[in-house]
């Protein structure tokens, strides 16, 4: 693959001290993901697949190894850097999409950037855009609990793109949502790669969502037994 690397992950491993002793989550995982590719995460509820994504985008710190983005170690950056990273470079997408019930779409989108101090008459343009990117531009003022499932989620992957990351990390986006319905998220997933660039990662139970994708790394008991082009 003659693409640069985005990530470099090496020796990476991952515990949990407990009450009944240390548990190890990921062990000695080594892999590399290129820019501008899609690649699905597979394996048995448990195998460490959430546990990776949330340390690719900051979330949580590795207990051993190594994790390089550009070329810079990632765990190298504290505090605000940190935080910034995770505001402007990663996306998230989660299953149950994580929306504050509270606020309306529009406002849910908007959310990191005025976090990231962008000016509220400029976040409402670009959150409106993204939302009529999505096709919701008639549900902007609906608040999650007047949205269907599918909709939901739209709204959350509009958030998780407005401002424009580089990296789209999503744990299982169609998990939560039937066959039809996934099928649409899997298609606007993928029109938002041929459009922004994206490199994504996507933790999948869905055989056709991984298909999909460029490669599948699968992962079991916290290992990569397997890393295959589709």
């Keep these: 693959m ?7 992950v090496s020796s990476l491993g991952k515990s949990f001290t407990t009450p009944g002793g240390v548990i190890e989550v990921l062990h000695g995982v080594n892999l590399k993901i290129c820019a501008g590719e899609r690649v699905a995460v597979v394996g048995t509820s448990g195998a460490g697949k959430t546990t990776l994504m949330h340390i690719l985008g900051g979330l949580d710190h590795p207990t051993a190894g190594e994790v390089l983005f550009e070329g810079n170690s990632l765990f190298a950056l504290k505090g605000a850097d940190l ?7 990663v996306g998230f997408v989660f299953q149950f999409h994580q929306l504050l019930p509270e606020f309306t779409a529009l406002e849910n989108v908007m959310m990191p950037l005025l976090i990231g101090g962008v000016m509220r008459s400029t976040a409402v343009q670009k959150a409106t ?3 009529t990117e999505v096709g919701l531009q008639k549900r902007l003022t609906h608040k999650p609990g007047a949205l269907s499932g599918g909709e939901q989620q739209r709204v959350a992957i509009a958030r998780a793109l407005i401002c424009e990351p580089r990296l ?3 744990d299982e986006p169609t998990g939560n949502l039937d066959s039809r319905i996934s099928d649409e998220i899997m298609q606007l997933l993928n029109m938002m790669h041929q459009t922004r660039g994206l490199t994504m990662v996507i933790v999948t139970h869905n055989v056709l969502l991984a298909n999909s994708l460029d490669r599948t790394l699968r992962i079991e008991d916290g290992v990569v037994v397997g890393d295959e082009l589709n």
């Design 168 to 170: 789209l990390l999503a």
């Design 129 to 131: 855009e993204i939302l």
């Design 2 to 8: 003659n693409k640069p690397a985005l990530i470099e």
């Design 83 to 89: 935080d910034a990273f995770r505001n402007r470079t």
